[in-house]
């Protein structure tokens, strides 16, 4: 039974979930990041972990769950125009620029590398240091309405803008807890006023910024409604409402164009993935697994530390990456919705 979240107006309407946890094809390993293209296509940035570091890689797939292909593992190293290697280490972030071409940050190798839709390398730049235009753990990437690049850099807490082709445009940020200030921030995302919004990992809050830098508010924190504990991902929608993964509290805050708090989602993933149902047929043993394991309807429903999330405006729906359970989940907005009568 899908689950529905209201508020004010509106609702958040549960269409289906994407995924199984593997290192290679129909599945993630650890998402961490997605992006959807202007054809509706889906970019997942699969972060892997030391047990599998084969399954960093990005994944194209639709949002019907039809699998693309896979790319990113390897590729030339850096600075060579020889040597072969991998191409990520920590994945982190990935972005589509108004060309189609996807943007794939890391913050082991402090880079920019960048693909076009068929998954081949066309271009790769960055280098770690404390300098403008350098990363120090790069993260969250986003575009703007001009088609420059957004980077957060994590470790010095700096946000930085770029030209696609890597040429430092600007940057701003403070280390610290104060207004405007940020600590190890992580996820990014730019409305229809160029107004960017910070996940603010590190001080449990959301903070946003005009186009040049300047703090205008802060919203989320460590308590009371709508608040946060390492927030990770961020995106808005076209009305202007406000997405932000709780990374520990596991669940995505939903706040409208003025930051105050309309609902909660925890997930809502009551059926298995077309992709995960097609594990458990050809491996009978996880199906009697599956059985043994209590409330297995509601560990399956709820999000398990979700980390990025963007938003589909074409199609008018918000994709979470559900990144411990291997998934993306998929939520349809409903921007005219009306309570059923009383008598009904």
Not at 10 to 37: D, E, K, Q, T
Not at 239 to 250: I, K, L, N, Q, R
Not at 267 to 290: C, F, H, T, Y
Request: one cysteine or more.
């Amino acid at each position: 039974m899908a689950q529905n979240t209201v508020a004010s107006g509106r609702a958040w309407l549960y269409s289906h979930n994407i995924g199984r946890n593997a290192v290679a094809g129909m599945g993630f390993s650890l998402p961490i990041s997605v992006a959807c293209a202007d054809d509706g296509v889906l970019y997942v940035a699969n972060r892997g972990n030391e047990q599998n570091p084969g399954g960093v890689r990005l994944s194209k797939l639709t949002v019907d769950q039809e699998f693309i292909n896979e790319f990113g593992r390897t590729g030339l190293a850096y600075g060579s125009e020889s040597k072969e290697g991998p191409l990520f280490k920590i994945l982190t972030g990935v972005a589509v620029d108004l060309d189609g071409n996807i943007y794939a940050t890391d913050e082991w190798y402090n880079r920019v590398t960048i693909f076009n839709p068929e998954g081949e390398v066309i271009g790769q730049w960055g280098e770690q240091g404390e300098e403008d235009g350098k990363f120090n753990g790069s993260g969250g990437i986003c575009f703007d309405a001009n088609g420059d690049v957004w980077i957060v850099n994590t470790f010095d807490s700096k946000i930085q803008k770029f030209s696609k082709d890597g040429k430092y445009i600007s940057g701003f940020g403070v280390k610290g807890s104060g207004d405007g200030e940020m600590e190890m921030p992580y996820g990014i995302a730019i409305d229809d006023n160029g107004d960017i919004y910070i996940a603010d990992w590190g001080n449990d809050r959301c903070l946003k910024f005009d186009p040049e830098g300047n703090h205008l508010l802060t919203f989320g924190g460590p308590s009371g409604p709508g608040s946060l504990k390492n927030p990770t991902g961020v995106c808005v929608d076209g009305d202007g409402d406000v997405y932000v993964v709780d990374w520990m509290h596991e669940r995505v805050v939903i706040y409208d164009v003025d930051t105050k708090p309309l609902s909660y989602l925890y997930g809502d993933a009551l059926e298995v993935s077309k992709w995960g149902q097609m594990s458990i047929d050809a491996n009978p043993d996880m199906n009697k697994a599956r059985r043994r394991v209590q409330n297995l309807g509601e560990q399956q429903r709820r999000f398990r530390m979700p980390t990025g999330c963007t938003f589909d405006r074409a199609n008018n729906r918000l994709i979470v990456c559900d990144t411990q359970r291997g998934r993306l989940q998929i939520y349809e907005k409903d921007n005219s919705y009306l309570d059923p009568q009383a008598n009904l």
